[in-house]
């Protein structure tokens, strides 16, 4: 029966679906087997099918989120990153916005780190993480168990990027301290690819939540920061950083675990890519206020 709704959840109404005599095959039971999992899902999940003797059927209606649990799943867990930039925020409102869409049950979580939300992911603990393509690039070149649902496009996940430094920092000195987080893939990679060549530099792994206060104390001289996230302390300013960002770290990805087809085919129907980013540039420019 859970095989049978994930193979409905990637079908709408109208398509074709397989015969008794072909799913027994595919699914190596008998078709008595095949029968009683169809009647199950006709009860729970309102399947509806034209039955045509024993050539293959075709889908009349269904409830998915009666497939959803058919499938053995219940609500639908979505991991973020912490709202730290009105335009995090604005992905935020636009995929919850997106997801009341869903016939599921659904919840949003913040977490800090792309690396932390992907293992999540992977374990079993959330449904869908957004998190960045760089981030995303650098778990499937680790063979990592997730793959990506949706590509947000150029600017979805950051812009530019600063160097959060003190007001009387003037010049990168021959030895700096920067800070990284170690949970993050962006604040871990950008950090060694934008520092200035010719400066030696020593990194300094801090949780993200610290870096401002890192800095103005002097623990660390430097920290890689957004440039539309304004610092909270009067004695901190940004350098622009000139150096183009490398491939990946400004778009936002949203990633399944790899094979869930039920999460695939409920998500690829409740989300879509033009929706989100129409709602993001809505709270980038004032025009929404992002969702609590």
Do not use: K, N
């Amino acid at each position: 029966m859970q095989e049978l709704a994930i193979l409905l959840l990637e079908r709408e109404p109208g398509d074709e679906i397989p015969s008794i005599a072909q799913l027994s095959a595919q699914f190596g039971v008998g078709r008595g087997t095949v029968q009683a999992a169809l009647e199950l899902l006709r009860d729970d999940a309102g399947l509806i099918t034209d039955a045509r003797g024993s050539a293959a059927s075709r889908l009349v209606a269904c409830d998915p989120a009666g497939l959803w649990r058919a499938a053995g799943r219940r609500g639908l867990m979505l991991l973020l990153p912490f709202p730290y930039s009105r335009r995090v925020m604005g992905l935020a409102t636009a995929l919850a916005e997106q997801l009341r869409r869903s016939p599921v049950d659904h919840s949003l979580a913040y977490m800090r780190g792309a690396r932390s939300r992907i293992e999540a992911l992977a374990s079993g603990r959330a449904d869908l993480a957004a998190v960045s393509a760089l981030a995303a690039y650098e778990a499937a070149a680790a063979g990592g168990e997730c793959e990506v649902l949706l590509e947000l496009g150029a600017e979805s996940y950051a812009a530019r990027q600063g160097w959060l430094v003190r007001r009387d920092f003037r010049q990168w000195p021959a030895r700096v301290r920067i800070g990284t987080d170690p949970a993050s893939t962006d604040q871990s990679q950008l950090p060694r690819l934008l520092v200035p060549q010719e400066v030696a530099a020593e990194f300094v792994e801090l949780p993200y939540l610290r870096m401002q206060g890192a800095v103005a104390s002097g623990e660390v001289d430097a920290v890689v920061w957004p440039e539309d996230v304004l610092p909270a302390h009067e004695g901190l300013c940004l350098l622009p950083i000139d150096v183009a960002l490398p491939p990946g770290a400004d778009r936002a990805v949203l990633l399944v675990r790899r094979g869930d087809r039920a999460a695939r085919a409920l998500l690829g129907q409740a989300i879509l890519a033009e929706a989100i980013r129409s709602i993001q540039d809505d709270v980038l420019a004032g025009r929404r206020e992002p969702s609590e």
